[in-house]
């Protein structure tokens, strides 16, 4: 079974601009779940969409955006990038609440 | 607000000796609990998990965490770590249909 899948693994963009990220969860899991890890401060809830809607966001501005498609694989937006966007973006999957998540490898996002 | 303290940043273990990392959480109710391990550069691997019944869980590569509810704690132990083992743990609870993370600790392991 494959596991949670996330592209690009890296990505540099210079700051102003727009970035994609994108997920592909684990088969049969409804749920992604989007984390920031920057250098410093731990692991940051982002947004959570369940069944294509967005359930939840965590404490960031709305320059942070995504959608979840049919076939529940999503996509994560950063406009207007800054320098402090740079991060690693984490996608999770799972099945419903009270189970585990699965974690991607991470796209590791660089802002010049 | 519902919270994950790992209170080591940093912990330094000899190879072959046993390994606790601490967790404590505050959360109203019975939590569903979790601790994963991060390689450099890499994303979260499931370590183990506790959502009810038995207090001591078991899980992957020889990990195990025991759930005191009486302490809020869920510290992950091993008995004799190796050098693989050498990376970032972080403790996790579900809160509101979201994992909510410690700051995690960072494993050393000396030769």
């Known amino acids: 079974e494959a596991g949670v899948t996330q592209s690009p693994t890296h990505l540099i963009k210079t700051r102003g601009q727009q970035a994609t990220l994108r997920c592909s969860p684990i088969?049969?899991?409804?749920?992604v779940y989007w984390y920031q890890q920057a250098l410093g401060l731990g692991l940051q809830f982002l947004l959570w969409y369940d069944e294509g809607e967005e359930r939840n966001r965590g404490n960031f501005p709305p320059r942070f955006s995504g959608r979840q498609f049919p076939n529940y694989s999503s996509e994560l937006n950063v406009n207007a990038l800054e320098l402090e966007d740079s991060a690693l973006y984490l996608c999770a999957s799972r099945r419903s609440s009270g189970t585990e998540a699965f974690f991607g490898q991470g796209t590791r996002l660089t802002v010049v | 607000a519902q919270s994950v303290t790992q209170p080591d940043i940093h912990i330094t273990v000899s190879e072959g000796a046993s390994l606790e990392l601490r967790c404590n959480y505050s959360y109203g109710a019975t939590p569903y609990l979790f601790w994963y391990v991060q390689s450099p550069g890499q994303g979260l691997q499931l370590l183990l998990k506790?959502?009810?019944?038995?207090?001591l869980v078991q899980g992957i590569k020889g990990f195990e965490a025991e759930f005191k509810r009486s302490q809020s704690s869920f510290n992950l132990r091993k008995p004799s770590v190796h050098w693989s083992d050498a990376a970032e743990y972080f403790c996790a609870v579900e809160y509101g249909n979201k994992l909510v993370f410690g700051a995690g600790t960072i494993l050393r392991v000396k030769s």
């Open positions: 088969s049969g899991h409804t749920s």
């Open positions: 506790y959502f009810s019944g038995d207090t």
